[in-house]
């Protein structure tokens, strides 16, 4: 495995990151604890040290799962990155969305940010996770309604009490980065990004590159999409996000695969994965410290891992680069 530091704090963690969002079953069609802890343990044999969670995943079940997975772990060799400012059980701030929790109920979400909120959100985090502390903590989503600075301020306080190691942020544009460091230093930004979704190259990367923040990306198989599996006309659940995203219309999949189909030879030479060969990809590129990626059970678990073993010349790069250049997604 490789490591990196976030950012310039002390947190140092794998290149490979465990995503465990689909851990927590929310919108992702319901989940299968002993299966996600087992591929969490997985992944650790493998030197994915690093695991990223959030409380809305599962409302609080992601962050009870990764905490039970870390209970036989030793937690100075772990390092759990998790995030606050989003609010299923309180209708304050900035709406984010409706939504269902995993018995189906209806809830409405909240991206709020506020002060008394974070103490309290860390509290009920550092609970579920059965730790005192949490390495990286990172604000979901913006939320307009609160000051950038209050919000900093809080999380500056938990840092000052030993809860918290370093702070990051997700989903942050580079004004709000900036904003941000006016009150605190961050050390990084997780964000959407992958072979299909490549807009952060504009001006967060350059803006991270320069000022020493890490890039913590989500999504880069573009939820499964880029692995290969996905057919044309494939069937998604309604509780599935997959099943509204443009991306997975059958027009999109059939031109999806085309590309990956061309790069297939490439990955049998390495005897990888199209999945594995996409995340090297991903990790060589400029200013990218960490691809995050989730896995249900054991198996997609080493999978995901093994990926590190794959190495790309700068002629493959290109040349999967090149292929990429021709596909044309509306």
């Not at 997975?69 to 060799?77: E, F, Q």
Request: charged fraction near 25%; charge should be neutral; include cysteine.
């Amino acid at each position: 495995m490789e490591y990196q530091k976030v950012g310039s704090s002390e947190v140092r963690v794998s290149r490979i990151t465990f995503g465990s969002w689909a851990a927590g079953g929310w919108m992702w069609g319901g989940t299968e604890q002993n299966d996600a802890v087992g591929a969490i343990h997985a992944a650790y044999d493998l030197g994915v040290t690093s695991i990223d969670t959030a409380p809305v995943y599962g409302m609080g079940l992601s962050e009870q799962i990764v905490g039970e997975a870390i209970k036989s772990l030793p937690r100075d060799k772990v390092q759990v990155l998790s995030k606050f400012g989003m609010r299923w059980d309180l209708a304050k701030g900035d709406f984010a969305m409706k939504t269902k929790d995993n018995s189906g109920h209806d809830l409405d979400v909240y991206k709020y940010a506020s002060r008394d909120s974070i103490i309290k959100e860390c509290e009920d985090s550092l609970r579920r996770l059965g730790t005192d502390y949490i390495d990286l903590y990172q604000q979901h989503w913006p939320d307009v309604t609160t000051p950038i600075a209050e919000t900093m301020e809080a999380v500056q306080r938990l840092i000052e009490q030993g809860k918290v190691r370093a702070a990051g942020v997700s989903n942050y544009s580079v004004a709000q980065m900036q904003e941000a460091e006016q009150t605190l230093a961050l050390a990084s930004n997780q964000v959407p990004y992958s072979m299909l979704r490549r807009d952060i190259e504009k001006d967060i990367v350059p803006y991270c590159q320069e000022h020493n923040k890490a890039i913590l990306v989500y999504s880069p198989l573009q939820l499964g999409l880029l692995t290969g599996k996905i057919k044309p006309g494939q069937h998604f659940d309604a509780s599935d996000l997959r099943s509204t995203n443009r991306l997975f219309k059958p027009e999109a999949v059939t031109k999806v695969n085309g590309f990956l189909h061309k790069i297939r030879p490439l990955a049998e030479t390495k005897n990888a994965t199209l999945g594995q060969l996409v995340l090297r990809w991903t990790l060589a590129q400029p200013g990218i410290t960490v691809a995050l990626v989730g896995a249900r059970n054991p198996e997609q678990a080493v999978q995901n891992a093994k990926a590190i073993d794959v190495h790309l010349s700068f002629e493959e790069i290109d040349f999967i680069n090149k292929q990429l250049a021709q596909v044309q997604l509306s």
